[in-house]
């Protein structure tokens, strides 16, 4: 597979999960994700990927006092579509667990500015779909002149927490016609602690959309798993999505790498290298509910292809000793 170019001191960025980098053609790279607080939506930037560990975050919305957006703002990303920036994230009226979830719905901003980090953000609302159920972790993509969302939700109808769903879109917030069911948790490694599919990711590469998600509960069973669509074929249909039986990044123990995933996709200064971004803890005993364990931190590596065109993620790298 050849040594990679690019190693990055890890961890990348300490204590965010959920973590989201986007180059931009400004030559930028734009770094956001949940902060520990759960209150607000920064983003930092950075000529260069490292540089990212040193770059400081620009708040550029914080929750409500009050109501639907006021509470657990989690998994922000930043997409750049037809000239505006958008944030999806998912947000909350309540801590509270009821009935066994929490209650998060999914969120847009927008902000026609050139650059992303000055305030001129307006919120376009609750994204809505065909269940007004928990839902989360959205993102989305472009492909033929189409606008693809990803997310996950809760089922009433399936055992577990939430399933992954894919739609056409009408615009950046509004989902259009049917969404389709592309995969629900069912193997044992997609059910350890909560039967969880979530923080779907899109890599577009060698004829296929490799579409990456998480599975199993946030501790150290958190792992990724891997959907692959030939581009040719109909998105909306859900076999044309085909899951490996086996997760692709998984905690190890060795490298005391623990729950790897959430992750996002960027690629190297120069272009040529597919990154693979994502968290991870260092430990396991984790006190009290994991959710609220702000060690999970950002950490960056290559990806490396097989022959066949399909990506190795291999093993989630140890920390950078200085």
């Known amino acids: ?26 030559g ?14 920064e983003i930092r930037s950075a000529k260069t990927i490292q540089g990212l560990s040193f770059a400081p975050p620009r708040t550029v919305w914080r929750k409500h006092d009050t109501g639907e957006m006021s509470k657990l703002i989690w998994a922000p990303e930043l997409h750049f579509i037809k000239g505006k920036w958008y944030v999806y994230f ?22 026609d500015s050139e650059n992303p980090m000055n305030s001129n953000w307006v919120e376009k609302g609750q994204v809505k779909t065909n269940m007004e159920t928990f839902s989360l972790d959205a993102t989305i993509f472009e492909h033929r002149d189409e606008l693809y969302y990803v997310w996950a939700q809760k089922d009433p109808a399936i055992k577990g927490n939430s399933n992954l769903y894919i739609a056409k879109m009408e615009n950046p917030w509004t989902i259009k016609g049917e969404p389709v069911l592309i995969s629900k948790p069912e193997y044992e490694w997609e ?10 990711a899109i890599l577009k590469k060698n004829g ?17 798993g891997l959907l692959t669509a030939r581009e040719d074929t109909d998105l909306l249909d859900s076999k044309s999505w085909i899951k490996s039986p086996e997760p692709v990044f998984k905690s190890d123990a060795e490298n005391d790498q623990f729950g790897p ?19 991870c803890r260092d430990y396991t005993e984790i006190v009290g509910d ?19 065109g399909t990506p190795v993620f291999g093993k989630p790298v140890p920390y950078s000793k200085l």
Request: glycine letters at 4%; proline letters at 5%; hydrophobic letters at 35%.
């Open 1 to 26: 597979m050849g040594k990679a170019n690019y190693e990055y001191l890890n961890p990348l960025v300490i204590q965010r999960a959920d973590p989201w980098i986007y180059k931009h053609t400004d």
């Open 28 to 41: 930028y790279y734009y770094f956001v994700a949940s902060v520990p607080a759960y209150n607000r939506i």
């Open 90 to 111: 998912a947000a909350t009226h309540t801590e509270e667990i009821i009935d066994g979830l929490f209650t998060h719905r999914m969120y847009v901003i927008e902000n």
């Open 191 to 200: 059910t350890r602690g909560f039967w969880v599919n979530e923080g779907p």
């Open 208 to 224: 296929r959309i490799f579409l990456t998600y998480s599975a199993s509960a946030t501790d150290e069973n958190y792992c990724m």
């Open 261 to 279: 995933g959430h992750n996002s996709f960027t690629v190297s200064e120069d272009g040529k290298e597919d990154i693979l971004i994502y968290h």
């Open 290 to 308: 994991p959710l609220y364990d702000p060690n999970r931190h950002t950490k960056a590596q290559v990806i490396h292809w097989n022959e066949d």
